[in-house]
């Protein structure tokens, strides 16, 4: 199971660390990992990814530069770094496993409830 947190109200330009915990009993530092994020009306998009060991991320052109995708798989947890951030990026943003190096959702699996970001102008 997968907790995403951190979400919340911030001003354009401002920043948010967004958190995603695994818990149960899980092989997580055997998972690449990534984020998505739907906005109201829009379709789940992937927004960054980073593989098994940390050592290779890849990020969509939209949040290349101002967001950073980081794991502790000691903590079983996956961070996301946003700064910069716009009013566009308001959104649901979501966690997901994959058992390989994909930016594609379908791929994905175990998906957490979503934490809120709301950037406002």
């Known amino acids: 199971q997968l907790q995403a947190s951190g979400g919340g109200l911030v001003q354009a330009g401002g920043s948010l660390r967004l958190s995603c915990a695994a818990s149960?009993?899980?092989?997580?530092?055997?998972?690449?990992m990534g984020w998505f994020r739907q906005a109201p009306g829009k379709e789940r998009e992937f927004v960054a990814r980073?593989?098994?060991?940390?050592?290779?991320?890849y990020y969509a052109d939209s949040v290349k530069g101002r967001f950073s995708i980081s794991r502790d798989n000691a903590k079983k947890t996956v961070y996301l770094q946003m700064n910069s951030l716009k009013p566009e990026d308001t959104a649901v943003y979501y966690c997901?496993?994959?058992?390989?190096?994909?930016?594609?959702?379908?791929?994905?699996?175990?998906w957490g409830q979503g934490t809120l970001v709301t950037v406002s102008s």
């Open positions: 149960g009993r899980t092989f997580f530092n055997t998972y690449v």
């Open positions: 997901a496993v994959a058992p390989i190096l994909t930016t594609n959702l379908l791929h994905y699996a175990y």
């Open positions: 980073i593989s098994s060991s940390g050592d290779n991320t």
